[in-house]
Protein backbone atom coordinates (compact mmCIF):
# COMPACT_ATOMS: atom_id res chain seq x y z
CA UNK A 1 0.00 0.00 0.00
CA UNK A 2 1.17 3.70 -1.17
CA UNK A 3 2.32 5.98 1.82
CA UNK A 4 -0.66 7.97 2.55
CA UNK A 5 -2.42 9.81 5.05
CA UNK A 6 -4.90 8.44 7.55
CA UNK A 7 -7.90 9.59 6.32
CA UNK A 8 -8.27 11.18 2.26
CA UNK A 9 -11.19 12.07 -0.18
CA UNK A 10 -11.06 10.22 -3.42
CA UNK A 11 -12.66 9.45 -6.88
CA UNK A 12 -13.04 5.38 -6.70
CA UNK A 13 -14.13 3.26 -9.15
CA UNK A 14 -17.29 1.66 -8.04
CA UNK A 15 -16.45 -1.99 -9.30
CA UNK A 16 -13.32 -1.79 -6.88
CA UNK A 17 -15.46 -1.41 -3.77
CA UNK A 18 -16.24 -4.56 -2.11
CA UNK A 19 -19.08 -5.13 -0.16
CA UNK A 20 -17.64 -7.04 2.61
CA UNK A 21 -20.70 -6.49 5.27
CA UNK A 22 -23.59 -6.44 2.98
CA UNK A 23 -27.16 -5.34 4.24
CA UNK A 24 -30.90 -6.28 3.06
CA UNK A 25 -32.62 -3.08 2.91
CA UNK A 26 -35.69 -1.69 2.22
CA UNK A 27 -36.74 -1.23 -1.44
CA UNK A 28 -38.91 1.80 -1.00
CA UNK A 29 -36.61 3.53 1.29
CA UNK A 30 -33.44 2.56 -1.37
CA UNK A 31 -35.59 3.83 -4.53
CA UNK A 32 -35.83 7.56 -2.45
CA UNK A 33 -31.41 7.20 -2.25
CA UNK A 34 -31.47 7.02 -6.05
CA UNK A 35 -33.86 9.57 -6.60
CA UNK A 36 -32.07 12.06 -4.19
CA UNK A 37 -28.84 11.44 -5.49
CA UNK A 38 -30.19 11.44 -9.23
CA UNK A 39 -31.84 14.80 -8.73
CA UNK A 40 -29.38 16.50 -6.17
CA UNK A 41 -25.84 14.49 -5.93
CA UNK A 42 -24.13 12.85 -3.72
CA UNK A 43 -24.08 14.97 -0.59
CA UNK A 44 -21.99 12.49 1.86
CA UNK A 45 -18.87 10.72 0.69
CA UNK A 46 -18.95 6.80 1.58
CA UNK A 47 -15.98 5.51 3.63
CA UNK A 48 -13.64 2.92 2.32
CA UNK A 49 -10.59 1.27 3.81
CA UNK A 50 -7.61 0.27 0.97
CA UNK A 51 -6.05 -2.97 -0.14
CA UNK A 52 -3.29 -3.95 -1.69
CA UNK A 53 -4.22 -6.30 -4.94
CA UNK A 54 -0.89 -8.44 -5.01
CA UNK A 55 -2.35 -9.89 -8.85
CA UNK A 56 -2.42 -6.49 -10.52
CA UNK A 57 -0.74 -4.97 -8.23
CA UNK A 58 -3.20 -1.87 -7.65
CA UNK A 59 -5.67 -0.84 -5.00
CA UNK A 60 -9.46 -2.46 -4.07
CA UNK A 61 -11.63 -1.07 -1.50
CA UNK A 62 -13.27 -2.54 1.42
CA UNK A 63 -16.63 -0.55 1.92
CA UNK A 64 -17.16 0.86 5.69
CA UNK A 65 -20.06 2.58 5.48
CA UNK A 66 -22.53 3.71 2.39
CA UNK A 67 -23.86 0.57 0.92
CA UNK A 68 -27.18 2.31 -0.02
CA UNK A 69 -25.29 5.10 -1.64
CA UNK A 70 -22.68 2.69 -3.64
CA UNK A 71 -25.50 0.87 -4.99
CA UNK A 72 -27.40 3.91 -5.72
CA UNK A 73 -24.28 4.79 -8.31
CA UNK A 74 -24.59 1.14 -9.59
CA UNK A 75 -28.38 1.81 -10.46
CA UNK A 76 -27.53 5.48 -11.99
CA UNK A 77 -24.95 3.87 -14.08
CA UNK A 78 -22.08 6.01 -12.48
CA UNK A 79 -18.31 4.95 -12.30
CA UNK A 80 -16.69 6.59 -10.10
CA UNK A 81 -17.86 7.69 -6.43
CA UNK A 82 -16.41 9.97 -3.74
CA UNK A 83 -14.87 8.30 -0.95
CA UNK A 84 -13.33 8.98 2.27
CA UNK A 85 -9.91 6.39 2.27
CA UNK A 86 -9.22 5.19 5.75
CA UNK A 87 -6.27 3.18 6.85
CA UNK A 88 -7.99 0.23 8.88
CA UNK A 89 -7.73 -3.66 9.05
CA UNK A 90 -10.90 -5.87 8.08
CA UNK A 91 -11.49 -6.08 12.01
CA UNK A 92 -11.79 -2.52 12.66
CA UNK A 93 -13.72 -2.41 9.63
CA UNK A 94 -16.58 -4.61 10.44
CA UNK A 95 -16.72 -2.78 14.02
CA UNK A 96 -16.91 0.55 12.12
CA UNK A 97 -19.69 -0.65 9.83
CA UNK A 98 -21.91 -2.10 13.09
CA UNK A 99 -21.67 0.78 15.01
CA UNK A 100 -22.72 3.06 12.02
CA UNK A 101 -25.69 0.70 11.42
CA UNK A 102 -26.29 0.66 15.36
CA UNK A 103 -26.91 4.26 15.27
CA UNK A 104 -29.44 4.15 12.48
CA UNK A 105 -33.02 4.40 13.37
CA UNK A 106 -34.36 2.13 11.29
CA UNK A 107 -32.24 -1.32 10.59
CA UNK A 108 -32.63 -5.20 10.12
CA UNK A 109 -32.35 -6.69 13.39
CA UNK A 110 -31.40 -9.78 13.35
CA UNK A 111 -28.54 -8.71 10.77
CA UNK A 112 -27.18 -6.07 13.77
CA UNK A 113 -27.36 -9.20 16.64
CA UNK A 114 -25.60 -11.35 14.42
CA UNK A 115 -22.64 -9.30 13.65
CA UNK A 116 -22.20 -8.83 17.54
CA UNK A 117 -21.53 -12.62 17.17
CA UNK A 118 -19.25 -12.01 14.49
CA UNK A 119 -17.40 -9.65 16.50
CA UNK A 120 -17.16 -12.43 19.37
CA UNK A 121 -16.04 -14.90 16.38
CA UNK A 122 -13.27 -12.36 15.73
CA UNK A 123 -11.66 -12.34 19.06
CA UNK A 124 -13.06 -9.52 20.63
CA UNK A 125 -14.14 -9.77 24.10
CA UNK A 126 -17.40 -9.02 25.55
CA UNK A 127 -16.64 -5.86 27.30
CA UNK A 128 -14.50 -4.78 23.98
CA UNK A 129 -17.60 -5.18 21.88
CA UNK A 130 -19.63 -3.82 24.55
CA UNK A 131 -17.23 -0.34 24.61
CA UNK A 132 -16.95 -0.41 20.70
CA UNK A 133 -20.52 -0.06 20.13
CA UNK A 134 -21.96 1.20 22.98
CA UNK A 135 -23.92 -1.67 24.68
CA UNK A 136 -23.85 -2.77 27.71
CA UNK A 137 -21.45 -5.84 28.12
CA UNK A 138 -24.43 -7.88 29.40
CA UNK A 139 -26.83 -7.14 26.79
CA UNK A 140 -23.73 -8.41 24.24
CA UNK A 141 -23.57 -11.21 26.54
CA UNK A 142 -27.38 -12.04 26.57
CA UNK A 143 -27.05 -11.70 22.84
CA UNK A 144 -24.24 -14.11 22.14
CA UNK A 145 -26.03 -16.92 24.22
CA UNK A 146 -29.17 -16.52 22.78
CA UNK A 147 -27.58 -16.61 18.87
CA UNK A 148 -25.46 -19.45 20.28
CA UNK A 149 -28.83 -21.29 21.08
CA UNK A 150 -30.80 -20.14 17.67
CA UNK A 151 -33.53 -18.04 19.78
CA UNK A 152 -34.66 -16.29 17.13
CA UNK A 153 -37.90 -15.09 18.40
CA UNK A 154 -36.23 -14.04 21.60
CA UNK A 155 -33.75 -12.20 19.91
CA UNK A 156 -36.58 -10.52 17.65
CA UNK A 157 -38.24 -9.43 21.48
CA UNK A 158 -35.32 -8.42 22.87
CA UNK A 159 -34.16 -6.14 19.97
CA UNK A 160 -37.70 -4.48 19.66
CA UNK A 161 -37.89 -3.87 23.17
CA UNK A 162 -40.71 -6.16 24.02
CA UNK A 163 -38.81 -7.83 26.69
CA UNK A 164 -35.14 -7.43 28.29
CA UNK A 165 -31.81 -9.52 27.39
CA UNK A 166 -31.89 -10.76 31.00
CA UNK A 167 -35.57 -12.21 30.69
CA UNK A 168 -35.00 -13.59 27.40
CA UNK A 169 -31.59 -15.19 28.82
CA UNK A 170 -33.57 -17.31 31.66
CA UNK A 171 -36.20 -18.19 29.48
CA UNK A 172 -34.16 -19.49 26.76
CA UNK A 173 -32.24 -21.74 29.45
CA UNK A 174 -35.69 -22.68 31.41
CA UNK A 175 -38.08 -25.87 31.26
CA UNK A 176 -41.44 -25.48 30.48
CA UNK A 177 -42.24 -25.31 34.34
CA UNK A 178 -39.25 -23.26 34.95
CA UNK A 179 -40.43 -20.54 32.21
CA UNK A 180 -43.03 -19.72 34.12
CA UNK A 181 -41.29 -19.26 37.60
CA UNK A 182 -39.29 -16.72 35.30
CA UNK A 183 -42.44 -14.84 33.96
CA UNK A 184 -43.42 -14.62 37.63
CA UNK A 185 -40.33 -13.44 39.08
CA UNK A 186 -40.46 -10.59 36.30
CA UNK A 187 -43.84 -9.48 37.21
CA UNK A 188 -43.13 -9.20 40.57
CA UNK A 189 -39.59 -7.24 40.34
CA UNK A 190 -41.65 -5.27 37.47
CA UNK A 191 -39.59 -6.05 34.95
CA UNK A 192 -42.82 -6.66 33.18
CA UNK A 193 -45.95 -5.89 33.86
CA UNK A 194 -49.64 -4.97 31.60
CA UNK A 195 -49.09 -5.37 27.86
CA UNK A 196 -45.65 -6.38 27.74
CA UNK A 197 -46.07 -9.17 30.45
CA UNK A 198 -48.93 -10.32 27.98
CA UNK A 199 -46.88 -10.37 24.93
CA UNK A 200 -44.13 -12.22 26.48
CA UNK A 201 -46.76 -14.70 27.87
CA UNK A 202 -47.88 -15.01 23.93
CA UNK A 203 -44.30 -15.15 22.94
CA UNK A 204 -43.70 -18.16 25.54
CA UNK A 205 -47.08 -20.12 24.18
CA UNK A 206 -45.76 -19.84 20.33
CA UNK A 207 -42.52 -20.91 21.41
CA UNK A 208 -43.51 -24.02 22.87
CA UNK A 209 -45.66 -24.54 20.10
CA UNK A 210 -43.61 -23.74 16.94
CA UNK A 211 -39.86 -23.39 18.10
CA UNK A 212 -37.41 -20.98 18.68
CA UNK A 213 -37.91 -19.42 15.36
CA UNK A 214 -37.37 -19.14 12.00
CA UNK A 215 -34.45 -21.42 10.61
CA UNK A 216 -33.75 -24.65 8.90
CA UNK A 217 -33.98 -26.81 12.35
CA UNK A 218 -36.96 -25.03 13.35
CA UNK A 219 -38.91 -26.09 9.65
CA UNK A 220 -37.44 -29.75 9.93
CA UNK A 221 -39.58 -29.30 13.23
CA UNK A 222 -42.51 -28.09 12.27
CA UNK A 223 -42.67 -30.58 9.23
CA UNK A 224 -41.95 -33.43 11.41
CA UNK A 225 -44.71 -33.02 14.04
CA UNK A 226 -45.31 -35.88 16.04
CA UNK A 227 -48.44 -37.63 17.08
CA UNK A 228 -47.97 -36.64 20.40
CA UNK A 229 -47.18 -32.86 19.59
CA UNK A 230 -50.26 -33.15 17.62
CA UNK A 231 -52.74 -34.42 20.00
CA UNK A 232 -51.57 -31.95 22.38
CA UNK A 233 -52.18 -29.39 20.28
CA UNK A 234 -56.18 -30.61 19.62
CA UNK A 235 -56.69 -31.19 23.37
CA UNK A 236 -55.67 -27.38 24.00
CA UNK A 237 -57.61 -26.40 21.59
CA UNK A 238 -60.68 -28.09 22.73
CA UNK A 239 -59.63 -27.20 26.55
CA UNK A 240 -59.85 -23.29 25.27
CA UNK A 241 -63.15 -23.93 23.05
CA UNK A 242 -64.32 -25.74 26.65
CA UNK A 243 -63.93 -22.87 29.05
CA UNK A 244 -65.67 -20.75 25.98
CA UNK A 245 -68.65 -22.52 26.44
CA UNK A 246 -68.61 -22.62 30.15
CA UNK A 247 -68.35 -18.88 29.93
CA UNK A 248 -71.50 -18.57 27.96
CA UNK A 249 -73.08 -20.74 30.15
CA UNK A 250 -72.44 -18.77 32.82
CA UNK A 251 -73.28 -15.59 31.50
CA UNK A 252 -76.62 -16.98 29.77
CA UNK A 253 -77.49 -18.29 33.03
CA UNK A 254 -76.62 -14.82 34.69
CA UNK A 255 -78.99 -12.74 32.45
CA UNK A 256 -82.07 -15.68 33.01
CA UNK A 257 -81.70 -14.56 36.40
CA UNK A 258 -81.70 -10.88 35.88
CA UNK A 259 -84.87 -10.93 33.38
CA UNK A 260 -87.02 -13.53 35.53
CA UNK A 261 -86.16 -11.23 38.91
CA UNK A 262 -87.38 -8.25 36.68
CA UNK A 263 -90.18 -9.51 35.61
CA UNK A 264 -90.97 -10.88 39.18
CA UNK A 265 -90.35 -7.06 40.75
CA UNK A 266 -92.93 -5.95 37.56
CA UNK A 267 -95.51 -8.06 38.74
CA UNK A 268 -95.16 -6.00 42.17
CA UNK A 269 -98.10 -3.20 42.06
CA UNK A 270 -96.16 -1.61 44.33
CA UNK A 271 -92.82 -1.75 43.07
CA UNK A 272 -94.37 -0.31 39.57
CA UNK A 273 -96.52 2.37 41.42
CA UNK A 274 -92.80 3.29 43.33
CA UNK A 275 -91.51 3.23 39.65
CA UNK A 276 -94.29 5.70 38.04
CA UNK A 277 -93.64 8.03 41.21
CA UNK A 278 -89.89 8.23 40.77
CA UNK A 279 -90.24 9.14 36.66
CA UNK A 280 -88.91 5.14 35.72
CA UNK A 281 -92.35 3.73 34.76
CA UNK A 282 -90.72 3.07 30.62
CA UNK A 283 -88.72 0.67 30.19
CA UNK A 284 -86.24 -0.13 27.49
CA UNK A 285 -87.53 -1.51 24.00
CA UNK A 286 -84.50 -4.87 24.51
CA UNK A 287 -85.26 -5.52 28.13
CA UNK A 288 -89.37 -5.08 27.25
CA UNK A 289 -89.54 -7.57 24.13
CA UNK A 290 -87.05 -9.92 26.24
CA UNK A 291 -89.70 -9.45 29.07
CA UNK A 292 -92.42 -10.22 26.42
CA UNK A 293 -90.50 -13.58 25.29
CA UNK A 294 -90.67 -14.84 28.48
CA UNK A 295 -94.42 -14.64 28.96
CA UNK A 296 -94.76 -16.14 25.71
CA UNK A 297 -92.46 -19.14 26.18
CA UNK A 298 -94.51 -19.59 29.75
CA UNK A 299 -97.71 -19.72 28.40
Known amino acids: MPDASPEHTELIAVDAITVVNPRIRNQ ?8 NIAELGLKRPITVAAR ?24 LKQDKIPAVVITASSEDCLVMSLVENLARRQHHSLDLLRDI ?6 GY ?23 ESHE ?25 VGVQTVLRQAYESKVLRGGRLMAAKRLVETRKQFGKGRGASDKRSRTNLSVETLLRTYQNDVEKKKILL ?32 EGLSNIPKTIADRLTRINGAMT
Open 152 to 176: HRLLRAVESGRIPVSVAVDIAEADD
Open 246 to 277: RKAGATRSEIMFLTQSLKTLLSDENFVTLLRA
Open 52 to 75: KDDESDGLTYELVCGQGRLEAFKV
Open 125 to 147: SEREIGAKTQLSSKYVHGVIRLL
Open 28 to 35: KAFDGIVA
Open 117 to 122: KRLKDS
